[in-house]
């Protein structure tokens, strides 16, 4: 019997709005009842404050949580990184090709995502290789970064610069061909 009235208790929790107020009492064949109508004899029951949120606060991206939160979250990714193309490394192509390589360990989980900061242009990317065409000559920089189906930030691959060198028609070397 105890465990009905605890049954009970539990189902009154979930279904009373917050506002609203509960009694309990025993009857006369020693069942505890709990309702929301006071009764004569009935102990008014304190209610535990429910926790909230507003969700019109969070900001998509926003990456702020707490400590065992991002730890949690850190362990699901070992390795994260940019192989290709290597830091400080210049990329000669006349059409400003350049492949984007990255590794990830273990492999993605569902509903997370990998974006690149190209540029300071944020891009999601379908998978760990990218192809960039008919980039201008000069540096870039690259990063990436995986986040979960809310936005946070779960894993972090370190900003690379590299250079591309395109063939220029003003260069002495197509000058002298010219001749």
Known sequence: ????????????????????????????????????????????????????????????????????????????????KILSPVADSTVRNNAGKVALIMQLEPKLNAGHKIFIIFDGQRLNVPGLRHSFTALDRGAHTISAEIVDASGSQLAVADEIIFYVQRFSKLSPAAKARKK
Request: some cysteine; hydrophobic content about 30%.
């Open 1 to 80: 019997m105890k465990q009905v009235s605890q049954i009970v208790l539990l189902l009154l929790f979930c279904t009373i709005s917050v506002q609203a107020e509960i009694y309990r009492w025993v009857d006369k064949d020693g069942v505890v009842i709990y309702s929301d109508k006071p009764q004569q004899g009935a102990e008014h029951i304190k209610m535990p404050t429910l926790e909230t949120y507003d969700s019109s606060n969070v900001r998509s991206g926003n990456t702020s949580s707490s400590s065992s939160d991002k730890t949690d979250k850190g362990k699901q990714y070992t390795n994260f």
